[in-house]
Every structure is written in C-alpha cells, then in structure tokens.
C-alpha cells in the first residue's frame, strides 16, 4: 500500500510506530473510508495487541491520537482516523449502543433528563449519532474538558 492517501498514509504510520516499540502486531486496513468512522478504519491484531489498548482504551486513543495528527498534517484536511485493536473499539461500541438504549427506554418512560458518566469524546460521539434519529429524545454534551459527559434528554416538542 502507497501512502499516496489518507489511509494509505496512516497505515504506514501506524506500522512504523509500532516497529519501532517492537509491537508484534499484524496492521491491515479494514476500510479505505468508512462513513460512520468519517475515514479509515485500522484493525490491529497480534500477540502484543492487548498493550496497545491500555486502560479503558487510553492507550488506544493516544495511538489513534497520534497517527490521525500525522494524516492531518500531511493532508490538510479534517480525516477521522479510527484504529481498532482485537475488536476492541467495536466491543466498546456495541456496548456503548446497548446502554444507551436502555438510558434511552428510561428517559422516554420517566420524562426524566439523564446524565452518563464523563467518557472520551469518541464514545460521546458513538451515542449521539446512535440516538440522533430515535424519537421522544435528544441527546446534548454537557461539561468541559475530561469531564464532558452525554445529557439523555426527552423532546417535549
């Protein structure tokens, strides 16, 4: 693979960084450009994957942190680099979804605004654009900083 394009170019970032940690991980792009993930979609998988997500995904998003700075840099162009480690992120999702689901249920049964936890701004965005088109609710970020959190609201029209 070239580094000719924005995938192109993360994929061989990626690999170079983790060569140089001596991570032995195999790197293979999953999607050019995904539309939920708004670009690429790294998957990463080997025996020292699991160092790589770091704990509750730290490790992972300063990574992806990194790897998407190096594509904007050299593209000029706002690229949403998504680097998933052994399914991890796509686990994280899917849990994200079904809690929200549940939070979502309770809103609508209550009336009741609730509020999650403070999360990375990924899982914030996981939420609103999964309960962006559910009706009789509204989704807010409130806070600043590491303690932003998602606002479960009813739409009282």
Request: proline share 4%.
């Amino acid at each position: 693979m070239t580094a000719d394009t924005p995938a192109g170019t993360a994929v061989q970032a990626i690999q170079r960084i983790l060569t140089a940690v001596g991570a032995e991980v195999d790197v293979t792009l999953r999607s050019e450009h995904d539309e939920l993930a708004g670009g690429p979609v790294i998957d990463i998988n080997g025996p020292d994957s699991g160092l790589l997500i770091g704990r509750r995904g730290n490790t992972l998003h300063s990574l992806q942190f990194i790897v998407q700075s190096i594509v904007r840099q050299q593209y000029d162009e706002e690229v949403r680099v998504s680097l998933d480690v052994e399914q991890y992120r796509q686990r994280r999702e899917d849990s994200l979804r079904e809690m929200a689901d549940r939070v979502a249920d309770r809103v609508a049964q209550t009336g009741r605004s609730i509020t999650l936890e403070p999360m990375a701004p990924s899982d914030r965005r996981v939420i609103h654009l999964y309960l962006g088109e559910r009706e009789g609710i509204r989704t807010e970020s409130v806070g600043f900083g590491d303690a932003r959190k998602v606002q479960i609201i009813p739409d009282r029209d």
